[in-house]
């Protein structure tokens, strides 16, 4: 199919997810992931409603972000932050950073923040697959690193992000959604300040629709819009 034909289908997968448990589908945000696919590719899904794009490399993003930016409300950065990428990054002014998960990454990117006289909108990534394989921090650990990092006054948290496990056991994926979705709440409740929890980032290609049930409003898809990615 085209990639005007796949976004249709996407859109119609998630208002059925989103009715099934009696959500608004205007409050999921669809994050286009278009790592490996270029920029006239990515323009096309731009062309078809795509309004929020997702790297994960941040040589890639730099490569194609300025050319897209105008076309675009938001360009988000969802892949493992290396402290010394944070210049190049904060170079293309991310929305929001969803791959935090080190306290050495965020006092630095805190303090790259402080020279540019900014702040920057994050997510703390957590493993709820326990997977060593995956980044992001121990469930256990999660509300004291987020207190921690709150402490860091560029940097405003709002909200957590994960990756399920690769797993065709749904129970398996959806107990790591709740998993996620039970820490938001608990630091929800705890009122930290300078903390605003807004976005459940989880949920891509082949788990959106249990994400969404468990209550993701930002979802991150890249083959459901492009097809296999070309490595």
């Keep these: 199919m085209s990639i005007a034909e796949n976004i249709e289908k996407l859109r119609e997968r998630i208002e059925n997810a989103a009715r099934k448990v009696e959500r608004d589908p205007s409050e999921i945000k669809l994050l ?24 994960n490399r941040i040589q890639e993003a730099v490569e194609k972000i300025p050319f897209l930016k105008d076309n675009i409300r938001e360009f988000h950065f ?19 950073i969803h791959s935090i998960d080190k306290l050495s990454t965020a006092r630095k990117l805190n303090e ?41 006054k560029n940097l405003q948290i709002t909200g957590l992000m994960t990756i399920g496990m690769f797993t065709s056991d749904e129970t398996i994926i959806r107990k790591c959604f709740q998993t996620l979705r039970r820490l938001f709440e608990e630091i929800k409740r705890e009122n930290i300040p300078g903390v605003k929890m807004k976005f459940l980032s989880m949920g891509m290609t082949d788990d959106f629709e249990i994400a969404l049930e468990e ?3 930002i979802i991150r898809i890249g083959s459901a819009i492009f097809g296999a990615r070309n490595y």
Excluded: R
């Design 215 to 217: 209550g993701a409003n």
């Design 78 to 96: 969802i892949g493992h932050l290396q402290s010394n990428k944070i210049k190049k990054l904060m170079k293309l002014e991310p929305a929001l």
């Design 112 to 152: 790259h923040l402080g020279e540019l006289k900014k702040k920057q909108d994050i997510l703390i990534q957590v493993n709820t697959s326990a997977e060593a394989s995956k980044f992001g921090i121990d469930p256990q650990e999660t509300v004291p690193f987020v207190q921690e990092i709150a402490q860091l």
């Design 32 to 55: 286009a992931v278009t790592k490996t696919h270029p920029i006239p590719i990515i323009e096309e899904a731009i062309k078809h409603g795509i309004e929020y794009i997702g790297e």
